[in-house]
């Protein structure tokens, strides 16, 4: 597994290349939880469109970043999954939990069109 983090439109873009799985599952928790830390970001948004395979740890990294962020206000987002790994993040209920899309911008305009919604519902 490669990882590699970096910061656009206020958010750490965590982009993996290869499985995500319980072999390497606990080293991409402990970079993203370190990149969080060290740049104050709130928000995290996974390039997976070079993710060949996720398993159920997989699932756990992105159920704990996702409890991480919206703790701190902000929200998580999977952009660029396979057809294969979506189908795990559907079966596995994700899809209710964050914004699963094609590309980082569709991510960023859904969280805006969301954050919207609930602002004139005075949610906000």
């Not at 997989?58 to 998580?76: E, F, Q, S, W």
């Amino acid at each position: 597994m490669e990882l590699i983090i970096y910061a656009k439109y206020r958010a750490l873009v965590a982009r993996l290349q290869g499985e995500l799985d319980h072999h390497s599952a606990g080293l991409v928790r402990e970079e993203i939880d370190r990149a969080l830390e060290r740049t104050g970001a709130v928000n995290i948004a996974f390039d997976f469109r070079h993710v060949t395979f996720m398993d159920s740890s997989g699932i756990g990294v992105l159920m704990g970043r996702y409890k991480k962020v919206t703790a701190l206000g902000g929200r998580l987002a999977v952009f660029g999954a396979s057809d294969t790994v979506r189908r795990i993040m559907r079966m596995s209920g994700l899809e209710r939990f964050m914004v699963i899309a094609d590309k980082l911008e569709n991510c960023f305009e859904e969280v805006a069109a969301d954050a919207q919604k609930q602002y004139e519902n005075g949610i906000y």
